[in-house]
């Protein structure tokens, strides 16, 4: 794998003497002081590629990833599995910036600032999150303005999903499968998040939530009765087909699960990874507009 270091730019005279070409205030509260605009970024998360290229970026290192990798990041230096950054093929890029992913590589952050190297820690799991995300890289890259009109472009998708369909406060559970079993996902999760964006009310709001994920809470079969929701969503980890078949099975053989109005009237519904289990970062709208097409497949049709 070739090094990043082999197509170092030269760097310009003209960011001489700046005071401070910008300062972050990051996901960790931290206010990072950037001297000059960095010219060699690595991030620890592809799901940051899309986003920072929007808004006039570039990298030279990035992570491994089969589903979020744009064409213009292929061929850039790998620094490893998302989960397994590799520190010392960060070094080799000789960044001047590492954007690290919040929940997944703060770990990185103590060596990497050792080594004289400026980090940024962004989170992503929300909209509002995903919206403070592509500000902090529009002043990374210097084009604040960029990030301002994505960002109402993205809103305006977002009004534009809500206009196609009536403003029902649906009552919805959302039921996250893993191998482990499963999870209810809160406000703070992805379809959480999505599900509050076009104005439906979570059953789960205000469960307490489990110690080593805030942003879900764990599953009872009585609970579930009690709450009662109309409509089911259902994320999951593994593969989306076996995960359907399970839950199928398992509403077939257990009597509880047939009085759920959601599962009586046959609203249940099985969301895309793609936009649902790691975050859709600029794709919000189409993780909106999926949501939304659940319930009103008519109001999409062309």
């Known amino acids: 794998m070739a090094g990043c270091g082999s197509d170092r730019k030269e760097q310009g005279a003209s960011s001489a003497g700046a005071e401070s070409f910008a300062t972050i205030h990051d996901a960790l509260g931290r206010d990072v002081m950037l001297p000059k605009k960095p010219e060699r970024i690595v991030v620890t998360s592809a799901s940051f590629l899309e986003p920072l290229h929007e808004v006039g970026g570039d990298v030279v290192g ?12 292929k061929d850039k230096a790998s620094v490893g599995k998302v989960y397994q950054i590799d ?16 929940g997944m590589n703060e770990k990185l952050v103590g060596t990497l600032e050792d080594n004289g190297i400026k980090t940024v820690v962004l989170d992503m799991k929300s909209y509002e999150d995903v919206k403070d995300e592509v500000r902090a ?19 305006q998708q ?20 893993t191998n482990q079993g499963l999870t209810v996902q809160l406000d703070g ?5 999505t599900a509050k ?18 942003d879900a809470a764990p599953y009872s079969m009585e609970t ?6 109309e409509v089911l969503f259902i994320t999951s980890m593994g593969d989306i087909n076996e995960a359907k078949a399970g839950m199928d099975k398992m509403m077939q053989e257990n009597p509880a699960w047939q009085t759920i109005d959601a599962v009586k009237n046959g609203h249940v519904y099985y969301l ?17 507009e999926t949501m939304a097409k659940c319930l009103y497949p008519e109001a999409f049709k062309k």
């Open 62 to 73: 990035r992570p491994d990833s089969k589903t979020k990798m744009p064409d213009y990041a």
């Open 272 to 288: 895309p990874q793609d936009l649902f289990l790691l975050s859709p970062g600029i794709h919000y709208p189409e993780a909106v």
């Open 224 to 229: 579930l009765v009690e709450q009662n929701p």
């Open 158 to 177: 977002i009004a534009d999903v809500k206009a196609k369909i009536p403003q029902d406060k649906h009552r919805v559970s959302i039921i996250h499968s």
């Open 87 to 102: 520190v010392e093929k960060v070094l080799a890029c000789e960044p001047d910036l590492v954007i690290v992913n919040k």
């Open 197 to 214: 964006l076009l104005g439906w009310d979570n059953v789960a709001a205000g469960m307490t939530p489990l110690e080593k994920n805030p």
């Open 137 to 155: 890289m529009a002043k990374i890259t210097g084009e604040t303005q960029k990030g301002e009109d994505l960002i109402a472009s993205m809103d």
């Open 189 to 193: 999760s992805i379809a959480g998040c």
